[in-house]
């Protein structure tokens, strides 16, 4: 045997024979892998696979196509490979087993087009620079020390309250309300404007861009038919980003000059520190955090392994696309929430009721709340959990492929895309006792679900790599909000509704906001004057 190896190695046939014999291995793997079954979905139509069934890519949609094909199923959207998962199990294997084959996120030409090829956060693939940006964001952004950000709910709040209390005794429409507050919030935090100047234009921009992020375009499915419709789609994606860089590149030029001017008084030695205006240089927001990595470079990369911030370099478009991800990402996903849950609290009246009586108790109903009495407020927090559960900020987190994979024995093919229902997680049977009813109680138990992405029946801030990196101070906004107009105002329904009558539906979007905007009217609670400012 060792002399034919011999024989083999000396021959120039071994060197021919060798790479063909790896490539036939390589070759029965590879078909081994394309035998494997795509997980159970509805039969397709040649071509156009399940396109007809595009109105059930929602979280209810899924939810209902998953009781008959289970919590892993498979659609064929074109040339799109759609994978959609529904039950903890499942969402496990995905999220912690597999995370980083599934760490990456799709987008589709126009969020390619509008986030500067994908020069933000929210939908850069895995990888170094967006282990940079998320670093950048969770601490410079999003962390507890960053003061300004927390202030800017605290204010805010305040201000809402004030508006309530002008308007007891008549209706009050608390969707528009919260949508306004946490509106509010994120512009101030992001570009750090008391007045709200310039705040109007800049919600159309952001309307613009959600409609154009959710349009139908037949290139995402085929992409060799981006001919059709592509000059009107796209000249309308070139004027959303113009009013986006005309926006913005003003808000940087006067950060800029701000920067500078502070640079000057610092080096003369000219601040006064009990003057106004040194006062205001000194008042950060998210643009002046991000214009300490400010670079002119064109085509900036990330380097290192993405851990460190010393490295970091941004253009005006990586700034541009992540002021983008922090309004879209903190003010209708939180806004969705509040309102959420003081309907829930409506339609309960017994959980309302035990929530103001723990108010009372806790804090009492001679001063306002303080941050510091949050933490008391357990049944206001089961609350606050129990509407995460029912009703999840994002219902259906979007993950891509990095490559081929397996899961419970069924292909994966590389680059699709996973829709994980959050929503329909969270209303699990086999989970969830009663799921579809609004319980508070249940996270009373000393082994319930919470946050941190361990739990995976409740997962409403998704979980591993691609968790929400806001969740702290999202979660501060809701608490806080729903904490004072509770605290602060007795609601009834209007025109003598009952609790029964309300509607909880919902509509599919980015979030999953009310159908029905929720109207309520105020009466003030505490036997204290309104003092917030």
Partial sequence: MDSLLQTLQSSPIFFIILPLLLAFVLFSLTTLRKKLPYPPGPKGYPIIGNMAMMDQLTHRGLADLAKKYGGLLHLQMGAIHVVAVSTPDMAKEVLQAQDLVFANRPANVAITYLTYDRADMAFANYGPFWRQMR????????????????????????????????????????????????????????????????????????????????AFNIADFFPWMGWINARGFYKRMARARESLDGFI??????????????????????????????EAEADTDMVDELMAFYSEEEGVAAKGDGDDLQSAKLTRDHIKAIIMDVMFGGTETVASAIEWAMAELMKSPYDLKKVQEELAEKVGLTRILHDSDLKQLTYLKCCIKETLRLHPPIPLLLHETASNTVVSGYNIPAK????????????????????DKFNPARFLHENAPDFTGNHFEYIPFGSGRRSCPGMQLGLYALELSVAHLLHCFNWELPDGMSPGELDMNDMFGLTAPKACRLVAVPSYRLTCPLKIF
């Fill in 249 to 278: 590149d003003s808000i940087i030029d006067e950060h800029m000059k701000k920067k500078k001017k502070k640079n000057v008084r610092d080096e003369e030695g000219k601040i006064n520190y009990n003057d106004g205006e040194a």
């Fill in 135 to 214: 670093k950048i964001c969770v601490i410079k952004l999003f962390s507890r020390r960053r003061e300004e950000s927390w202030a800017s709910v605290r204010e805010e709040v305040d201000s809402t309250l004030q508006t309530v209390m002008n308007t007891t005794g008549s209706k009050v429409n608390i969707g528009e309300l919260v949508f306004a507050l946490t509106r509010n919030i994120t512009y101030r935090a992001a570009f750090g404007s008391f007045s709200h100047d310039g705040q109007d234009e800049f919600v159309k921009i952001l309307q613009e861009f959600s409609k154009l992020f959710g």
């Fill in 416 to 435: 699709s895309r996973v829709m994980i229902n959050a929503w329909a997680i969270g209303r699990d049977p086999s989970a969830w006792e009663d799921p």
